[in-house]
Structures are given as structure tokens and as C-alpha cells.
């Protein structure tokens, strides 16, 4: 893609194999700026599960941060291995999963302490039974086109009784323009309209790809990837954070929600 060119916004089908091609650019492209940018928020050992800031320490919805010791714990989309890092210092093992090359590399900057793995959430290459517990903060969800293939392997990996708690971007965010103000409060689209958001370069090639699902899909696709659905939480906005980030915002949070956190077990 010519460095000159700004990427076309549309609305169309994009599958498995070019939404992975497309985000994983995508990431190793951007992770310098993105850790720049949100690096501080985030914090190196911080645990935050979206831009409201909610963060595991207070919410446990891994488990009493007591039981974490011990626990082997696949993240998921892990990014710079923030989340990974939290959960070693409490004890456990965690692995730090992603896709981008690039984003592992901001992790071993900031740390060689986790296990970092490069790797597709929809091929997990690890045996069955190997984890106590799975996470992803913003990670891996969002971006596949087949959430419950990769919610299978998930299940395939943990150990039985396992937790798996995922956050996302709220499904209703989707119906509303991806603006910090005034103007994303009114409805855009059609929040029933499961088209992906794809970022296309010159020759029509996706350069980024997003994936929506209501929340009931994201309910019934965790049942059909053999969970169960033990909580689903959505962050208030604090009154500390007053950041914007993205289409994040004070003005916004405190009106609709914005992060979906889906707290799931294994039988």
C-alpha cells in the first residue's frame, strides 16, 4: 500500500483468512503508535479490561486475586503482555498469545519475564487441558470472523471448570458514530447490521477488519463454543478518568456503555 494513501472505509464480508492477514498487519503497523499512546493508561503490570479503566485488581472476575497463584493462564491477544505481567506478579503462569510480531516485541521491551507466543486465537498451539483460566482484554474477539471457532479452542485448551473472561467494544457502540462527542450520540446504523468494518487499501485489499455481533450473538456464540455464561459486565465511566481514547469519553460513558466483559466456564 502507498504510504501516500489513506485507506478506504466500507462496509462488506471479509473472512477468516483476510481479517487475520489484515489485523495482523494492521498491529505490527500501528503498535508503536498504540503503545505510545495508551502505554501510560495501561501501565506495565495493570490489569484493565477497557478505556473506563475497570480494573482486575478490584473486579475479580478471574477469581479472588488470592487463587491466582499457581494457575496457568492463557492471555489472549495480548498485546504488550500488560494483563500477563499482572498475573505473574500474583502468582500465576501466564502465556502472553498474539497475533502481531510487533506488539510481542513492545512486550520484551518492557519485560522478558512472561512467556510470549506468536500465534493465530483460531489455531491455539497448545494441548488440551493445559490452562487453568483464559483472558483477553480487547484481544483476538473483535477481529475474527468465526468467534466461535475460536471459542472452541479455547475451551479445547482449558482444563475442565476453566474460566474464559473476554472484554469488547459494546455491541451498541456499534450503532453510533465512533466519535468522543457531541456527535457520537445519535444513531448512525442499524445496530442489527453485522457487515464488518473493513479498512481497504488501493487495490481493495482489507487492511484492517472489525467484526460486529449484537449481544445476543456474542451470548448464543459463547454457548455454541460450549460455555456458560456466568456474568456479563459493562463498566460504568468512572469520575477519575476524564481521557478520551478513540471514540471513548467522559461525555459518552456516562450516557451508554461502551466495554462488554463476558465472564464465561467450561464444564
Do not use: K
Amino acid at each position: 500500500m502507498s504510504q501516500d494513501f489513506e485507506p478506504e472505509a466500507t462496509r462488506r464480508d471479509a473472512g477468516d483468512a483476510e481479517s487475520s492477514r489484515a489485523n495482523r498487519g494492521w498491529w505490527d503497523r500501528n503498535a508503536d503508535e498504540y503503545q505510545r499512546e495508551h502505554g501510560a493508561f495501561l501501565g506495565d503490570g495493570r490489569f484493565v479490561w477497557g478505556p473506563e479503566g475497570l480494573d482486575e485488581e478490584e473486579a475479580a472476575l478471574l477469581g479472588p486475586v488470592a487463587s491466582l497463584s499457581g494457575l496457568d493462564v492463557l492471555e489472549i491477544g495480548a498485546g504488550a503482555a500488560q494483563c500477563s505481567r499482572w498475573l505473574a506478579a500474583r502468582g500465576a503462569r501466564p502465556v502472553a498469545l498474539d497475533l502481531s510480531h510487533r506488539q510481542l516485541q513492545h512486550a520484551l521491551r518492557i519485560s522478558g519475564d512472561v512467556s510470549l507466543v506468536e500465534a493465530d486465537a483460531g489455531a491455539l498451539p497448545f494441548a488440551d487441558g493445559s490452562f487453568d483460566l483464559a483472558c483477553s482484554a480487547y484481544g483476538a474477539v473483535p477481529f475474527v470472523a468465526d468467534p466461535v471457532a475460536v471459542f472452541r479452542e479455547v475451551r479445547r485448551v482449558l482444563r475442565p471448570g476453566g474460566r474464559w473472561v473476554f472484554s469488547v467494544t459494546h455491541p451498541i457502540r456499534w450503532a453510533f458514530p465512533d466519535e468522543p462527542g457531541p456527535e457520537g450520540l445519535s444513531v448512525a446504523a442499524s445496530y442489527f447490521d453485522r457487515t464488518p468494518y473493513v479498512e481497504q487499501d488501493e487495490r481493495g485489499e482489507a487492511v484492517y477488519v472489525e467484526h460486529h455481533r449484537t449481544l445476543g450473538d456474542r451470548v448464543r456464540d459463547v454457548v455454541a463454543g460450549g460455555f456458560r455464561l456466568v456474568d456479563l459486565v459493562e463498566p460504568e465511566w468512572p469520575s477519575w478518568n476524564v481521557q478520551e481514547w478513540g471514540g471513548w469519553s467522559p461525555l459518552r460513558g456516562n450516557l451508554i456503555p461502551g466495554t462488554a466483559v463476558f465472564v464465561c466456564e467450561r464444564d
